[in-house]
């Protein structure tokens, strides 16, 4: 067989260089993932991002689109559910985005290093992914604080109160150091679940 030949065989499949690209990326942080280090976890060439993609920015967005997709997959039946109760709805896309995060901590990190710095990442984070969810949220949120059973706030203080518990799902060498022992991702998910009815018993007015 040919060389190149064996060399395509043996190449990981394209949700696997996406995943391990994630991985990466989510730990390490962009700046740091050099094309090199990419290489190494991909278990390719240095090039092969290059060749393959053109950048590693442009590897970037597609690693991204992998992952979001993923996640979108997962939640966007949630948000074309009809529920008559704006409370019952928002609370299901809160449980929802918190399973997501147990099953994909990557993004999470992903999210909170991306969000501390100005730049076309988080742009395109925001548009792609966090800006369509909050539209789809807007229209429940303004029904519960209409209706006097949520508090009014600023959006971005909505959020960050919504998300910043995802911490507890996803810092797991900082969970161990506060004495939590290693759970299993069943145990992770049922975490998820009674934070998010925390989370909404926090948010809605008696």
């Not at 060389?3 to 990466?24: H, K, S, T």
């Not at 518990?165 to 049922?190: C, H």
């Amino acid at each position: 067989m040919p060389i190149q030949q064996r060399r395509a065989v043996l190449l990981p499949a394209e949700a696997e260089i996406l995943r391990r690209g994630l991985d990466a990326f989510a730990e390490l942080g962009y700046e740091a993932t050099s094309v090199r280090e990419l290489g190494n976890r991909l278990g390719v060439s240095h090039n092969f991002v290059n060749d393959r993609y053109g950048s590693k920015g442009a590897f970037w967005h597609a690693v991204v689109d992998f992952a979001l997709d993923d996640a979108r997959r997962q939640l966007d039946p949630v948000l074309a559910r009809h529920f008559e109760d704006p409370a019952e709805r928002l609370a299901s896309i809160v449980r929802r985005f918190y399973q997501i995060a147990v099953r994909s901590p990557q993004l999470s990190w992903l999210m909170a290093y991306e969000g501390t710095r100005e730049s076309a990442r988080l742009d395109y984070l925001h548009r792609r992914f966090l800006a369509p969810i909050v539209l789809a949220c807007e229209p429940s949120i303004e029904q519960l604080v209409v209706a006097g059973r949520i508090r009014p706030v600023p959006l971005f203080q909505l959020y960050a109160l919504v998300t910043g518990p995802i911490a507890t799902l996803t810092q797991w060498p900082l969970a161990r150091r506060f004495g939590e022992p290693p759970v299993s991702e069943g145990e992770r998910t049922a975490t998820a679940d009674s934070l998010a009815s925390m989370v909404m018993a926090g948010l809605l007015r008696e």
